[in-house]
């Protein structure tokens, strides 16, 4: 069985041998998953700025605008990722403007049930990207970029989730109680 520690200590090692070395071109592969995730970030904030203007939940919103930071970060870091390594950058919609969460119809408004599931689906979508990113990298500079990027979506994911629990807005799916469980 894999050794954690050794696990994390190898990778740093490569990751500073590899400073001195000269970058392979990237593969199509982790050209795509860079294209893919930063296309994919930029519109999970355009979700969150709706969120910011449907809710009026401070809790809701300290989160919101948390989630925005991470976004912004990981947009900033791989765009500059991609323009210097010549990749051109996707096309993406624009910044939704503020608006008073008091003026928008019951009808179009979220929920912050619905904000906060939604968050949720996207986080676990872009940290899946994360993984098949660092899974697909062969070099290390990018490699060590996912595994950044999955780490930080881990620690505001266990933050999501206790607001998720606290409010009772976690979706569980049914338990299973295999025939024979005691108590059936």
């Given at each position: ?56 939940d ?45 003026g ?7 929920t ?26 062969v ?29 009772g ?16």
């Amino acid at each position: 069985m894999p050794n954690l520690f050794e696990a994390v200590f190898n990778m740093l090692k490569i990751s500073a041998d590899a400073t001195n070395e000269p970058k392979s071109p990237l593969h199509v592969f982790e050209v795509a998953d860079c294209w893919k995730y930063l296309t994919m970030v930029e519109e999970f904030i355009r979700y969150e700025e709706i969120g910011l203007n449907t809710t009026s939940d401070d809790e809701v919103k300290e989160m919101l605008t948390d989630v925005v930071k991470l976004c912004e970060s990981h947009v900033k870091r791989v765009s500059t990722f991609m323009k210097d390594e010549g990749i051109p950058l996707p096309d993406v919609t624009s910044s939704k403007p503020k608006s008073d969460p008091n003026g928008v119809p019951l009808g179009v408004k979220l929920t912050d049930d619905e904000i906060t599931n939604g968050v949720a689906f996207k986080l676990v979508t872009c940290s899946q990207v994360c993984a098949a990113g660092q899974a697909n990298a062969v070099r290390n500079d990018i490699g060590k970029m996912w595994i950044e990027f999955f780490l930080e979506w881990t620690v505001f994911g266990a933050t999501l989730k206790t607001l998720m629990q606290k409010r009772g807005w976690l979706k569980v799916p049914p338990y299973y109680n295999p025939p024979g469980f005691p108590g059936k």
